[in-house]
């Protein structure tokens, strides 16, 4: 059975930081691609950030690069998303996710379809 658990969210101030993480059990987890989504209220699913198997590979949506980054620890099982200078339109509910691929130097760009299996959710609010 494949489960991710995401964690790490919370309240914070616009301007600060948080770090979410995602640990995933009941997969080779080193042979899959991972990714981000978040959903505010009212509005629909979107990427936010993708990576490889390896890690050497990430893609940021336009709307966090450069403050948002996303790694990986295949020892751990665990994909992070470390995000910087939150705004008070992050506000929402991210989501781990992942995406099975033969391509190890791939990243999912392909929107929540391309995705396989997901996290149940860990919300950000983002207050001014």
């Known amino acids: 059975q494949v489960q991710l658990v995401e964690s790490g969210g919370g309240l914070v101030q616009a301007g600060g930081s948080l770090r979410l993480s995602c640990a995933v059990s009941?997969?080779?987890?080193?042979?899959?691609?991972m990714g981000w989504f978040r959903q505010a209220p009212g509005k629909q699913r979107e990427f936010v950030s993708g990576i490889s198997w390896s890690g050497d590979k990430t893609y940021n949506a336009s709307s966090v690069k450069g403050r948002f980054a996303i790694s990986r620890d295949n020892a751990k099982n665990t994909v992070y998303l470390q995000m910087n200078s939150l705004k008070l339109e992050d506000t929402a509910v991210y989501y781990c996710?992942?995406?099975?691929?033969?391509?190890?130097?791939?990243?999912?760009?392909?929107?929540?379809?391309?995705?396989?299996?997901w996290g149940q959710g860990t919300l950000v609010t983002v207050s001014s």
């Open positions: 996710a992942v995406c099975i691929t033969p391509f190890y130097d791939y990243v999912c760009l392909g929107g929540p379809r391309e995705y396989d299996y």
């Open positions: 009941g997969r080779a987890f080193s042979s899959d691609a």
